[in-house]
């Protein structure tokens, strides 16, 4: 593995992943709709919106592999999701394919499948329940992945992402923490693993109070070590402070599930 594109460079896990993985590939291209503030003088940057398709193709040619953390990363309005996950994702997988590019590593999220109760341990073979119209973008990014696949020879690592940050910010956090040198580990077996097709893992830390089955990241010889009761107490103490939630506080996806929500009361 030579040259690995990172999209959305510039923002937060772009940043740190830009930090943690130098020096681990011999080179890494950036890309993203604006400079990251702190590019430095020897980092390749190439301005691409994943909206057209010929932008992404100018960043994606030449690499081996894609680390694709580009898009839109929170709820947002349909046209916004629509531009940046939907049709910005086909296109990427599209040059990909186009360019010959083997691996890609797919920045999902928990909120594909947000709508499994907080009591409910779920592995990556329960259905797609995504929490908003941001969850529903990751869940057809990983069908879309699957296509490319299975069909076009490409291999691909689907990333379930929690919560990267450095400690777990409140209860539900707890839960789904990613202590970002265990997304690294993960980012490295999607680029590395030599019997990699297509698989979907979970993006938690080990944490006590997780909801996720990672069998099939263990399975390909992830070890996290990030612990997210270790940081209990002030996560907790920073909960008390939060307004309870009460469709929120029920579903895995928190307040990507309470956010426009119109349905009865779960108990
Ligand atoms: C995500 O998918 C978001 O990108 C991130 O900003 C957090 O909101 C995270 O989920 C979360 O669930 O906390």
Redesign the pocket.
Known sequence: MTTVLITGAAG??GRRLRGLLKGVYRHLRLSDMKMPADLAADEDFIKADLAELAEVERAVAGVDAIVHLGGF??EGPWETILRANIVGCYHLFEAARRHGVKRIVF?S???AV?FYPRNRRIGVDAPVRPDSR??MS?AFGEALAALYAFKHGLRVLCIR?????DAPVDR??LS?WLKPEDLVRLVRIGLEHPDLRYEIFYGTSDNERGWWDNEAAFRYGYRPEGRGEDFRDVALAAEAKLPRDPVGDWYQ????CSDEYDGDLPH
């Open positions: 937060d896990i990363s929170v920045a999220s928990n909120h947000g941001y969850g990751k992402i929690g919560h990267v940050i539900r956090r789904i996806g928190g307040p990507f």
